[in-house]
């Protein structure tokens, strides 16, 4: 689970049976950082940064649950990555704790907070006494 003193947690994309990690899908957590690492051959590289983290989400499969795994979604400010999926991974619950609370302390490390759009549209809450 941990390797690296740059990151707090490494893990690998699973396989959904018996948990084998057979693909070349890695995922390095640290304080400041979320990469994801993909390809053999050909290798992409998506990096977040934990002030952009705005929501967390866990989900279990049948076939997760059976070999204790998970995904973890993050829903992120990042406009090439929205949202990011650390499928099919161990220790998923301890993860998504972490990834909440180092969100939490980044934005406040920078003093940013994610905001909530409000479109104009949004005219249902005047009112309005003609």
Excluded: W
């Excluded at 705005?54 to 090439?80: A, K, N, P, W, Y």
């Excluded at 161990?90 to 980044?106: D, G, Q, T």
């Amino acid at each position: 689970m941990k390797e690296n003193s740059d990151y707090i947690y490494v893990e690998k994309k699973r396989t959904k049976f018996l948990g084998l990690p057979l693909y070349f899908t890695r995922y390095s957590i640290g304080e400041d950082k979320l990469n994801i690492r993909r390809g053999f051959l050909n290798i992409v590289e998506d990096d977040t940064y934990m002030y952009k983290v705005q929501d967390v989400r866990l989900t279990h499969s049948l076939m997760e649950r059976i070999f204790r795994l998970g995904t973890v979604i993050c829903f992120t400010g990042d406009t090439t990555d929205p949202k990011l999926e650390l499928k099919s991974i161990r220790h998923s619950a301890e993860i998504k704790e972490y990834l909440i609370r180092a969100s939490e302390e980044a934005r406040l490390r920078r003093r940013t907070r994610y905001n909530v759009e409000v479109s104009a549209d949004d005219d249902d809450d005047i009112d309005t006494n003609d």
